[in-house]
């Protein structure tokens, strides 16, 4: 009973001894804190940018639903196992056009840029779908089942941390230092580069003896 709850490890340790479990905490953490400014902006860009309406820009949010509730659907229907990781990685490049959309938008006509929004919307929505899901499956099979609850709670706390931040420091940069067009940019490349080094984390780990058996996927 007591004694062995309080022998079972913390989340601290758990971290510590799970090298892929602190890379999936870190990745998410700056992921949302880079992405979390399209939230933040998105409605004042679709207003002020590209002369936009409410019902464009629910369409627009509509379709990075419909890309989730996609990415959801072709992972139920696969029937291969394919290692986790990868759909993280594949879903994390696909969410760069998010922010990538309304940049590349700036740059053409209206209708142009509400298309281009429209088809990242929807590619990066699919993204969505496959690293939401594949991030769940890891969280499940990464901990040790002893604190898996305390595990999942850290997890949205970093989520929220990441939220938070991200949303403090956005009204700092736009649009005092750079415009909403360049803002959006550097979100797209900095998960680009997120991923190309979450890439580079997970071979090295791969090849590392000690890293590999953390990974009991």
Known sequence: GLVAVQNEPGVLVTLKDKPHLQLLF?????AIFIIIG?????VIFVRDVIQGNENIYGILVGMIGLGTLGGAVILMLRKKHVDPWRDILIGMALISLIPLGPALAELGSRNIGIGLMLICNLLGGLGLGLLSTQVNTLLQVLPPPAVLGRIAGAFESTAVAGQLAGMLVTPLLVPGLISMGQYFFFSALGI????AV????LRKMLTTPQYARSASV
């Open 26 to 30: 870190l990745s998410i953490f700056v």
């Open 38 to 42: 399209f939230d933040v902006l998105s």
């Open 192 to 195: 680009i580069l997120l991923t």
């Open 198 to 201: 979450m890439t580079i984390i």
